[in-house]
């Protein structure tokens, strides 16, 4: 009985070692499973990466650009400002413009009523230069006539 007992020990110390055996094989095809899917995983995760680093390298002298940009950006401010106090002084300049013009478009009336009165002392001085040109053939004769008087003789 011993020896059967023995026997009957052997076997089942036989099955628990297959079956140790088995546990150990099932927990090593998964544990490759699972390696062979996490590493599966990082390759993707790795090609993901590098077509990022691809594209942030694309973008690198758009990054450059917008850097001048913001550079620019302050000079446009600048500018901006410069054609600010530019228009402020235009729209003063603009309203003295103004005013002086008025001031001449009066003066301009003024020098058109001048002119109107020139053009009839003109008139007048032609008639009074012609009245004068009639009258000095009798002015001749009245001086003549005059010296060659008797009561002018003696006042010398």
Do not use: C, W, Y
């Not at 628990?16 to 499973?33: D, K, S």
């Amino acid at each position: 009985m011993v020896a059967a007992a023995g026997r009957q020990a052997r076997r089942e110390h036989g099955t628990v070692r297959i079956a140790i055996a088995g546990a150990a094989a099932l927990a090593l095809i998964a544990v490759i499973f699972v390696t062979v899917d996490l590493l599966t995983n990082l390759h993707m995760m790795n090609q993901t990466l590098g077509a990022v680093a691809a594209r942030m390298t694309a973008l690198d002298p758009m990054s450059r650009k917008l850097d001048r940009l913001a550079g620019m950006q302050a000079q446009l401010t600048t500018l901006d400002r410069h054609l600010r106090d530019m228009n402020a002084t235009m729209q003063s300049m603009d309203g003295k413009l103004s005013a002086t013009n008025a001031r001449l478009a009066s003066t301009q009336q003024h020098l058109g009523s001048m002119d109107a009165k020139l053009a009839l002392m003109t008139t007048e001085m032609k008639t009074l230069d012609r009245d004068l040109a009639s009258m000095r053939g009798d002015i001749h004769t009245m001086a003549h006539k005059i010296s060659g008087s008797f009561l002018f003789r003696a006042v010398k």
